[in-house]
């Protein structure tokens, strides 16, 4: 018998076919030889039992009419063993099943069914991702072999600092020992194992939204250096500096993703609706969409109302939802092709339909039931030229429904395009009567003095260069203990302060800055990685003025800057960006 740990992930795995029918059995390897497996074959339950005492499989297709021992006795004693508690059983069957039958082959241990006559794709299909499971996991046996190997050697040469660690090591193992008892001792317990999904869902957005804030950080000093080139006109040509912003946008616009996506899964986006024109919403969308069309030669054609078609909405994320409908229909289209955009308000079903279409590779039909699945994308070559997250999709429709509304997909098959709709309320903003313009210092009269605060190095330089290109006195600091004496001798008008400082964070800097005598009008500015709703609550609370995510746009610094210099009654007591 060659054991799991011994074999080699790149070896054909071993298939067990189990059916008292030698044509069935027939049929079976026909289907799967193609596969380049080895198969095995038995013809009852007790046979089935005995190839697996001889050998380890990577999957068991059991037949579940047998007579003498049926499939679901068969798969009782397999999962009983130790060795095959975890082998997958694919269940076939020439009867329609009920639901109780399927239930309860599923406690058992299944993982599938399939129905006869046996459709060789469909088989083959399951086969095959079962299969390369199961490989998977042979890799995963064979790199922790390895990774004792190297264990043992790191011990070798440094066996005085590793036998602390060794021993911490030792105690969370049984920890851990103790902890799996527990688990194994509840598994069964339906409520316990949904209560670990839930866990590990909310473990996986924590660390989506962790790593969207790292990424952030070094992405400041990057954006503030492209500004910096901007400003200064000495980018060289223009379309380099082009391509770098654009590039840099992707990349956030990526990041937003991730923490939309971890934020609409714990229910905790909440959209800014107001009054705003559907009009709008699509420019602002054309325009983030309009790099990748342009790189990929496509024509676009739009069609919207002449007449002003107006929502109650959160303009940002239905500009987003458009946006990235666009870009699939750019990265799934072949150069030079065409891509429509049609919008139309149904007032009779107080709806407001839009259409995207395009000419690209199209969708099968079990294509068109998971495209807007978490991390789903199309297999084909071109997610491998262009790559992609697979949760842009899925990013419109959580969108789309927040605002009470549906998005449909339909194709008439490969390479024959593809539509996107989305259907929105068409609900009447109330009216909104005109405010008064009050005279304000204009914006190029203004020269704030700046305090920029960061740890950062290479962020707080390059935003400090960044201010004092737009024409204002700036200075700054790395260390934030620093930051109090500096207030008295540089008596700032405006603070960018980082967040997340070591020693003293923005959130303990930003109050002691509001009581100090004489800085009554001061601004504090949030710059930060974190960007939640919780976080800019936290940022209010602290005392800051405004928060900004990093990397902060060049505008909004501008309009920091320069925006007249407020009396102590009209310092906001909310973050209201």
Same mark, same amino acid.
């Given at each position: 018998?060659?054991?799991? @740990? ?20 027939? #049929? ?17 339950? $007790? ?10 499989? @990577? ?44 239930? =309860? ?18 088989? /083959? ?14 890799? %995963?046996? @064979? ?48 409520? /316990? $194992? ?8 909310? +473990? ?45 946008? %992707? ?38 969409? +309009? ?25 940002? =994320? ?28 149904? @007032? ?7 259409? $995207? =279409? ?11 039931? /998971? ?15 262009? !790559? ?5 999709? #899925? ?44 005279? #304000? ?20 330089? #390059? ?7 737009? !024409? ?63 976080? +800019? ?8 003025d405004e928060h900004l995510v990093k990397p902060p746009a060049l505008d909004a610094i501008r309009r920091l800057c320069e925006q007249p210099v407020r009396s102590v009654s009209g310092r906001r007591e909310r973050v209201d960006g």
């Open positions: 018998m060659t054991s799991l @740990a011994t074999r080699s992930p790149d070896e054909p795995v071993k298939i067990l076919l189990v059916d008292d029918q030698p044509g069935r059995l027939l #049929t079976y390897r026909a289907i799967l030889e193609p596969l380049g497996e080895h198969l095995v074959e038995a013809s009852s339950g $007790v046979e089935a039992l005995k190839r697996l005492m001889e050998d380890d499989f @990577a999957l068991i297709l059991l037949d579940v009419n047998m007579p003498e021992m049926d499939g679901f006795e068969t798969a009782s004693l397999i999962h009983q063993h130790p060795r095959f508690e975890k082998t997958p059983i694919i269940f076939v069957t020439a009867v329609n099943v009920t639901d109780m039958d399927r239930l =309860r082959g599923y406690k058992l241990g299944a993982v599938d069914y399939v129905m006869v006559p046996v459709i060789p794709e469909i088989l /083959r299909s399951k086969v095959v991702v079962l299969a390369e499971l199961h490989r998977k996991r042979l890799e %995963l046996q @064979a790199a922790n072999v390895k990774l004792e190997a190297a264990n043992r050697a790191l011990q070798a040469e440094q066996a005085r600092e590793l036998e602390v660690l060794n021993e911490s090591l030792r105690n969370a193992n049984a920890a851990l020992g103790a902890q799996n008892v527990e688990l194994h001792g509840e598994i069964a317990e339906r409520k /316990r $194992v949904e209560q670990l999904l839930r866990e590990a869902d909310r +473990r996986k957005d924590e660390f989506l939204a962790t790593l969207a804030h790292e990424l952030r950080n070094p992405l400041a000093p990057l954006q503030n250096a492209l500004s910096i080139r901007r400003l200064s006109d000495s980018s060289g040509d223009p379309g380099l500096q082009q391509v770098m912003e654009r590039q840099l946008a %992707l990349l956030v616009r990526l990041i937003d993703d991730l923490l939309d996506i971890a934020r609409i899964s714990q229910a905790k986006l909440t959209l800014r609706k107001h009054p705003t024109l559907l009009s709008d919403i699509i420019d602002s969308a054309v325009e983030v969409a +309009r790099p990748a069309i342009e790189q990929g030669g496509h024509e676009l054609v739009l069609a919207v109302p002449e007449e002003p078609v107006a929502l109650v909405a959160d303009q940002a =994320r239905l500009s987003q939802v458009f946006a990235n409908l666009l870009n699939n229909a750019a990265k799934y289209s072949e150069p030079h092709g065409r891509i429509e955009l049609e919008a139309r308000a149904d @007032a009779d079903a107080g709806r407001v339909e839009v259409e $995207v =279409r395009d000419s690209g590779i199209g969708l099968e039909d079990a294509q068109i039931h /998971r495209i807007f699945e978490m991390f789903s994308q199309v297999e084909t070559e071109v997610d491998r030229t262009h !790559g992609g997250l697979g949760i842009g999709l #899925t990013l419109v429709r959580r969108l789309v429904e927040m605002h009470g509304g549906e998005v449909s997909v339909a194709s008439e098959g490969l390479g024959k395009g593809a539509r996107f709709g989305v259907s929105l309320p068409l609900e009447h903003p109330p009216a909104v009567p005109p405010q008064p313009e009050s005279p #304000t210092q204009t914006g190029s009269d203004v020269h704030k003095r700046v305090l920029v605060v960061d740890d950062n190095r290479d962020a707080a330089d #390059t935003l400090a260069m960044m201010i004092e290109m737009l !024409g204002h006195p700036v200075r700054r600091l790395y260390d934030p203990q620093a930051v109090v004496a500096e207030m008295e001798a540089f008596h700032p008008d405006i603070v960018f302060l980082d967040v997340g400082m070591p020693g003293l964070s923005g959130y303990e800097l930003a109050p002691q800055l509001r009581a100090m005598p004489g800085f009554e009008e001061l601004e504090i500015v949030a710059v930060t990685g974190w960007g939640q709703p919780e976080d +800019r609550r936290r940022t209010g609370e602290a005392g800051f």
